[in-house]
């Protein structure tokens, strides 16, 4: 069964180019090993990361277990888990937003402010705006 999980968390040291980098390079490698697919979404002036994770309930559930318990993650915090009857993310071991590429606008259409915070967003509009950021092309896959 596919599952579908979102969460936000604020990075406890800056979020840069290594970081993301190390995540990016980690998240890939484990992820085709355990059918994950899903976006990641940094937003370094905020230092937070929003992100959907799409796989097997199992393969879904102990990644999240593991990234809770990550120290370079702080307020992991769960914004939606769902049933999937299909992956809305399917090309994408690990994508990230490049948030200069984002117009400003779209993330206002979903969110109380035209700032990314994704702990002021419900699940349904943390989705819907990841799933325009990947069809704007906004979203690289940095490999």
């Given amino acids: 069964m596919l ?3 979102l969460y936000a968390s604020r990075a406890v040291a800056a979020i ?3 970081l993301l980098k190390a ?25 937070v990361f929003l992100q959907a994770l799409e796989g097997s309930r199992a393969a879904v559930n102990a990644l999240y277990v593991a990234i809770a318990r990550d120290p370079r993650h ?6 939606a888990y769902d049933e999937a009857d299909e992956r809305r993310f ?4 690990m994508g990230v937003v490049d948030l200069g590429r984002v117009n400003r606008r779209s993330i206002l259409r979903y969110s109380e402010r035209a700032v990314l915070d994704p702990f002021a967003m419900s699940g349904r509009s943390a989705l819907a705006l990841l799933e325009e950021l990947t069809s704007s092309g906004a979203i690289v896959s940095h490999e």
Avoid: K, Y
């Fill in 90 to 93: 399917p090309s994408w071991l």
């Fill in 23 to 47: 995540i990016l390079e980690r998240s890939r490698t484990h992820n085709l090993e355990h059918g994950i697919t899903g976006v990641l979404c940094a937003h370094p002036e905020g230092n």
């Fill in 74 to 79: 702080r307020d992991v915090t769960l914004l």
């Fill in 16 to 18: 840069d180019d290594a």
């Fill in 3 to 5: 599952t579908r999980l």
